[in-house]
Structures are given as C-alpha cells and as structure tokens.
C-alpha cells in the first residue's frame, strides 16, 4: 500500500486516541464509584479501546516510513502500551483473574475478538522482523566468536608401527611410536590425519568389520545379478510365446476370435455412460467444494499465495525504506547542527548574559543584595527565565511567614498532635479494607506513569503536524523546520550550562563586593544564603563494581562458554494453537465455576512478558512484573511458550537451570559472582531474560535423592535478591517453567508475581488443531469428521497428538490415500497408547492452583458473590403473630 493510505491511518487513529484521552480523563477524575460492577462497566471498555489502539498504532508504526513522525508515534504507542496495563492491573485487582471475558462490551463497540488480538495472525505480516532478525543474528555472532578458540594445535602422524594399549600405558610400552613434531595451525585450515592408538584387540576387530563388510558387499551384488538374470528370463520367455503366437496367427494355424458388431457397440456404450457419470459426479463435487472453499467451509491443502506474496514484499521494501529516511535524516541533521551553530551560538550566549544580568539589577534595586543562583540539577537559569524562582516581594513575603510561625506557642503544637492522633483513631475506625472507592482511586490519571506521556505526544501533534500539509511530500522526506527547532532548543540548553558557569562565577564576586561594602554596618545584611552543606542530602556512594570494572563483553564470553547464554530457536507465538472460553462470561455471570483455556494463556503471556519489554520507554510506564512462572503437565507447551517469547521480544537468554550450572561457580563467592556477571550482562544487553527449566528445583521441600547431585538449591536465595533489584526501565525478566509446581515450598509462589497455568487441551482448540494438521494432506478428505478425534483426545497434550498425526499419515500411507480413504479409528489407536499422568497429579495440580494468592482471592469473592444472591433470591419467613 502507498505511503498515503498509512498516513490517513494514522490520522483516523490519532483521533480516536484524542477522544480516548478525553474520556480517559473523565474516568480517572471521579472520586468514588457505586459498586464495583460499575466500575469494571467503565473500566473494562477503556481496556478494550486501548488494546485495539494498540493493535492499530503497531500498524502505523511498522510500515510508516517518515522518521520523524514515525517518532511520534512510537511515543503513542509505548504510553498507549502503558496505559492499557494499567487498566489491566486494575482489571484483575477487581476481578480477583488474570483473564478476562468481556463479551457483552465486545458486542456493545461491535468489535471482534481479532480487533483486539494485538498479535494476531494479520499482525504478523507488519511485526518487527527486521529488527529482531538482526538482534537475533548480533547475539548469535558474539556466541560463535565466544566459542571459537583462537588457535588449535594439530598433531600430524604417518605410520604407528606399534600400536599401545591405553594411553594411561604408554611409559610401560616399548614399542616405538613414529610422531611428527606438533605444530600451530589457524583456525578454518584443513586438518590433517589425526593421532591414533590402535590395540591389538581393536585392529583384529577393525579388520573383521572390513571383512564383513566386504562380505555382505558381495552378497548384496550377488543377490542383485540373480534377480536381474531370473527377471531378464522372464521376459525372454514372454517374447518367445508372443513369437511363436505370431507365426501361428501369420500361418493361419490359429484364427482370432472377433466379438460381434452389436457386443462391441454395447461394450462402449456402458463405457461412455459410466465415464460420461463419472465427470458428471466430478463436477459436481469440485463445484460445491470451490462453494465451500470461497464460503471458508472447507480448509484446503493448497492456497494461492500470490496476494500474501505481493504483500510481503511490499512490506520488505518499506522495512529497507525505513534505515535509509533515518539515515538521510542523520546527515540532515549534521549539517543543520553546524550552520545552527555558527549563526546563533554566539548571539544566544549574549542574550542570556543579559538575561541572568537584569535578574541580578532588578533584585539589587529592590532589596539592595542578590538571590541564590539556581541549582544546575534543579535547572540553572531556565527556572530564571520561565519565572520559578521567587520575586523580591514573593521573599519578603515568605520571610514574614516564617517569622510569624516561630512566635507561635508550644500549645498549639500539643493541639495540633492531638488531632493527629484523633486523626490516626478515626483512620483505624474506617478501616483499610480494599473498598471500591479505594481501587478507584489507583485509576487516577495524576498517578499513572502513561498518561502524562500520552497527553505530551498529543500537544506535540497540535504544535508539529497538526496544520502540516503533507501532500507535497510524497516521498515522505524530513522536515527542515522541525529539525532546526530541535537543535536550536538542544543549542539554548548547552550554551545556558556555558553561561551559567560563568554567571555563578560573576555573582560570587559581585557577593563578596557587596559584603566588604557592608561590613561595617551594625545591622547584617539579612541576604538569602544557600543550603549550608550539613544540611544537604547526601548523595549516595556508587557502588564498587563486585566484578572489578571488568568489561560486558568479556563476562558476555566467560557465560557463552561455559553455556550459560545461549542461542534461541526460533518459535513464533502464531504458532501456539487455542482457542477461548466462550462460555465463562456467562458461568461468571451465574457465579459457576470457570476455569481459563490455552487461548487466554496466550492473551496473559502477550501483556506480562512480550509487551513490556519491546521498549525501555514501555518497561516503565507499563505495571512493573518482574518474575514468571509457567507451570504445566509435561508436553504441554511450557518449553514453546518460553522460546516464543525470546524470539517475539529478541531477549538475551541466561539459563540459569540447575542442569546448566552442574559443576561451574562452586562455593559462596563463585555463587555471587555468577549473580553479579549475570546482572551486569542483562543490564548491558536488555532486554533478558534469567530462564530457568524446573523452576520448582531451587524451592524444593525435599530434594529427592536423583536430583541431588544437581544441587539445586544453592541459588534460590540469590534469585530472590536478584528478582527484588529488578526496576522499571530495566526490560530483564526472571522467566521458569515448572512441570511439578506442587512439590516446592511456599517461597515459589511468593518469589513469582505472576503464575500462568497452562490448562489440559479442551474439545475447541483440539478440533481446530486437527482441522490444520490433517487437512494440510491433500489425499484426507475434506469432509473428514474430526470431532470424534477432538472429543477422546480431551487431555492429551498438543504435542503427543502431532507426532500421532505424523506416524500414522507416513509417506507410506500418504500413497495409499487415493484408493484406502483415511479412517479415525487408525489414529484413535495410536492416542490410547498415551500415558496419562494420573487422577493423583491433577489432584496436586488443583490443590497448587488454590494455593497461588490470586485464585484465593477469586474463590472467596465468588463464594461471598453466592451468599450474598442466596440471601437476596431466599423467600422471607411470615413473622410470627
């Protein structure tokens, strides 16, 4: 599509986000809401709105080629990210679950659930592969050169004419040993014969392995000349009978039996009513299956890719455009910095000498002495030139009021602690029960980290591009009006530190001036003064570096080694199959019991771990999850799940699992410094995720005695530190999968902020994942009922069911599929052989479940919700007369 269809997007979609503000704002004024079922009416719709903003502004983003507007709008959607977890957080404070079904407003804004499925299938065909594939290929790069010894030493051998036992004998051998000298040889030149000690009992067993195999060699040829010789003897004897036939027929020995004229005409007649049926039903059937397939009724095995083709490379071509706008825009700006800085630096120092200089006349005029210079951290003189600092009349003032304080007697302090007491007694009274009025209050717009953010990139809009013409810019080139503005503010800022120094200078003698002046007078000059440095904060001490200021990239190399960073296959979410609960809002609606389905497992990993750590503007405004748990049956995804979000999110990957650190950093100070080497890579190369596979290892109640010499548990209370100094902005995620979550200790489930549980497979996501994994074969038939399969494999693990499919639909079978239809019963018996955990380890599972704080909360909100309609719906008994 043309730049222009994208541009009217991003206008259509920047409105709606203007509107979005407003109403936003609206909400987040009001003070106190009736119930909390009207506050998710209200909040539950912002949520949606902002994830199809989302879904839109990723759009924009992704195929927008305009660098300095493709800037704005990636501040947009880094807030917007913010703002819909925000609202999410919120969400599930209420709901007491991480998932929501918000069916009756999704019908209500006439939105599908595709409409807000940020990474959807559709997505996928404007996603940041560029970006990733590049990051991907940096991280890969530096494990290979990690890897790769920078010299290896070759020995080079001719003949060993006596051959040793072991090579723990060679000093008792007396067999002499011919070896050439070793010698050094660059990595990538070809190796020559290596070294090799060969006994007597291996060279007789080399030798009869040479000899069986010249043996069966040999039979193998001499099974194939007898079947050649006994084949061509068959057809020799068919070319002699059909030689002497020949001479019979030729000598009228033998006369051909020709059927009757009527028998023949027959014959081809029920040859050409059967044929002539046969196209017939064929037409048929082809037209009703191009019905179906134009009706999406019917899934076939072959589709026309052109259009998708033609896309993709549209969308390739705007992925090269986008480097070279930046890189045009670079240069632009270079050489505007240069002419800016050679016309204006010079008058602008002048201007803001003079500036600061009637700030210093103005004050000796009217009090007859000098403020304090602003501090440079709290901004210098910007504070003098936008009016922040205090005026001759406004210090006067202030001193009149601390004057008149300090009269104030010590009882009126006794009353003032005495109403706070009152104060704190009337606070115990009321309580501090999370109330709806309480929650509400976390929604306010003053709090929220995104909103603001979203407020100052729609000002930005008005200012910049709000009255901009674009259509005599076809090409979407820079602007040179924005790009001058922004260096001359980033001009004024760099010559006000300039002049401020100066000017700092210049007031301490024009103070040390007036103090020798006035030195004599019997009444001190009552001057403000600046903060004596006793009572100055402190700053605080940076912290030695525990690894000795030793370089990212070095630590980078020492991990690789020893594989602890590792390379990331690549999975992409699309790939996870499940479908979701649509019956659960009415279950929640009737307060029955609800549980979630593979579908909102994707929706959860989506919002905690991929969307806030595409950015590190995004990491912190977004609600702050610094640890993850995926827990599961064993096949049920947890590994996947793990793989697609290092590839959606391009995150280094440290695995930290107790099999990876088997034998490496023994003892206390080796523990600490693989934490510290861990902690400063993830900073340097964000975003990255600290994995660990079987999760519950370090927090085991009891570790078994097979899983002892691991040593699992030497880590856990360094995992807790580290997950404690993870702060916004950070985009580091501690991420483990656990198979056997019930069998840790109860610290597992505090250090996690979040558990996801990935649920057994349901009939919805089965039938669906049947549908693609069978119809993908062009001999099954289109008309296959699946549904049977669906409803007995409920339970069984995605994954146990492809390699079913596999087996069963080999290339042998895929043959036979003409003429031998395939049947369910053959993939039904190969599903029973499944060995199902056992209604033990579900039991376990549904106990964990109850145990995570979240699913507490939910099940005493629903059991409280039911005694509340049960009093309300009981009949009332007749009093008594």
């Not at 020949?246 to 007649?269: D, H, V």
């Amino acid at each position: 599509m043309s730049h222009a269809h994208y541009s009217k997007l991003w206008l259509v979609t920047r409105k709606d986000a203007e509107k979005l503000l407003k109403l936003d704002e609206t909400i987040g004024n009001l003070k106190s809401w009736k119930s909390k079922e009207d506050c998710l009416n209200k909040i539950l719709p912002m949520y949606l709105k902002y994830r199809n903003l989302v879904k839109r502004l990723m759009v924009c983003y992704n195929q927008m080629v305009q660098p300095q507007k493709r800037d704005l709008i990636k501040q947009v959607l880094n807030c917007a990210i913010g703002r819909m977890l925000e609202y999410k957080r919120e969400i599930v404070k209420l709901e007491c679950s991480d998932y929501v079904w918000p069916d009756n407003f999704l019908i209500e804004m006439k939105f599908t659930q595709d409409d807000v499925d940020i990474l959807s299938r559709s997505y996928y065909a404007t996603d940041r592969t560029r970006e990733l594939e590049e990051r991907r290929k940096y991280i890969n790069d530096l494990i290979d050169s990690a890897n790769k010894p920078p010299e290896s030493i070759i020995i080079e051998t001719h003949i060993i004419e006596q051959t040793m036992p072991s090579a723990i004998d060679v000093r008792n051998t007396s067999s002499p040993i011919k070896v050439t000298k070793a010698r050094k040889v660059k990595t990538g030149e070809p190796s020559r014969m290596q070294i090799s000690l060969e006994s007597e009992e291996h060279k007789k067993a080399r030798e009869a392995r040479e000899a069986m195999a010249k043996l069966w060699k040999s039979t193998i040829t001499l099974i194939q000349s007898h079947e050649r010789a006994r084949s061509a003897r068959c057809i020799g004897e068919r070319a002699r009978k059909q030689y002497i036939r020949n001479i019979k027929l030729n000598q009228g020995q033998t006369e051909l039996k020709k059927p009757e004229k009527s028998a023949r005409k027959q014959a081809a007649m029920i040859i050409q009513r059967t044929w002539r049926r046969y196209r017939a039903r064929e037409a048929l059937r082809k037209r009703a299956d191009r019905v179906e397939e134009l009706l999406d009724m019917k899934i076939p095995s072959w589709r026309n890719r052109e259009v998708f083709e033609k896309d993709e490379a549209n969308y390739r071509r705007i992925q090269n455009l986008q480097p070279e706008a930046v890189w045009h825009l670079e240069e632009r700006t270079d050489e505007e910095s240069a002419r800016v800085h050679a016309i204006k630096a010079a008058g602008l120092m002048e201007d803001i000498t003079d500036e600061i200089r009637e700030w210093f006349i103005l004050w000796y005029n009217e009090l007859g002495y000098f403020d304090i210079f602003p501090v440079a951290t709290a901004g210098g003189s910007i504070l003098v030139a936008t009016g922040q600092t205090l005026t001759p009349e406004e210090y006067l003032l202030e001193k009149l009021q601390k004057a008149k304080k300090k009269e104030k007697s010590k009882g009126n302090q006794k009353t003032k602690e005495e109403s706070d007491e009152n104060k704190k007694l009337a606070n115990k009274k009321k309580g501090k029960s999370k109330t709806d009025q309480a929650k509400s209050q976390q929604l306010s717009t003053s709090e929220s980290k995104a909103f603001p953010g979203l407020l100052q990139a729609n000002n930005d809009f008005h200012h910049y591009w709000e009255f901009r013409d674009e259509s005599s810019n076809p090409k979407q080139r820079e602007y040179l009006d924005l790009i001058t503005e922004k260096l001359c503010y980033e001009l004024q800022l760099e010559m006000r530190e300039i002049v401020d120094e100066l000017m700092r200078a210049e007031l301490e003698k024009l103070k040390e001036a007036l103090m020798k002046d006035h030195a004599d007078d019997k009444v001190k000059l009552d001057a403000p003064t600046a903060v004596k440095a006793g009572k100055m904060k402190k700053k605080k001490k940076e912290k030695k570096d525990p690894l000795g200021n030793m370089a990212p990239e070095d630590i980078f190399f020492e991990l690789a080694r020893n594989r602890i960073i590792r390379s990331q296959s690549v999975v992409r979410l699309k790939e996870w199959i499940g479908d979701l609960s649509y019956q659960n809002y009415e279950a929640r609606q009737e307060l029955r019991e609800y549980r979630h389905r593979l579908g909102e497992v994707k929706e959860s990993v989506i919002d905690y771990c991929i969307l806030p750590l595409l950015s590190k503007e995004s990491h912190q405004v977004a609600p702050l999850v610094r640890s993850i748990c995926i827990c599961g049956l064993p096949r049920h995804g947890k590994g996947m799940l793990a793989d697609a979000i290092f590839t959606e999110v391009g995150a280094l990957v440290l695995d930290l699992s107790p099999e990876t650190l088997l034998n490496k950093y023994l003892g206390k100070k080796e523990q600490n410094r693989l934490m510290n080497m861990v902690n400063k890579v993830a900073r340097s190369y964000a975003p990255s995720v600290i994995f660990v596979k079987g999760g519950e290892r370090p927090w085991l109640k009891k570790v078994p005695r097979e899983l002892r010499y691991l040593q699992p548990k030497r880590l856990a209370a360094l995992f807790t530190k580290f997950i404690k100094g993870i702060k916004s902005g950070d985009r580091i995620l501690f991420l483990s999968t656990s198979s056997e979550p019930y069998k840790a200790s109860k610290k597992f489930v505090k250090i996690h902020e979040k558990v996801i549980l990935i649920p057994v497979t349901d009939y919805n996501t089965l039938y669906m994942f049947y549908k693609e994994l069978l119809m993908k074969y062009h001999g099954v038939d289109r008309n296959l009922d699946v549904s049977c399969l669906a409803k007995l494999s409920v339970g069984l693990p995605l994954e146990f069911i492809r390699q079913t499919v596999e087996n069963v639909v080999g290339i042998r079978r895929r043959i036979t599929l003409k003429f031998k239809p395939l049947q369910q019963r053959e993939i039904m018996e190969e599903l029973l052989s499944y060995d199902s955990p056992g209604p033990k380890i579900l039991e376990q599972y549904r106990k964990f479940e109850k145990t995570i704080p979240l699913e507490k909360e939910r099940l005493k909100m629903l059991a409280n919700e039911r005694e509340l309609r049960e009093k309300i719906n009981s009949p009332k008994k007749k009093k008594k007369k």
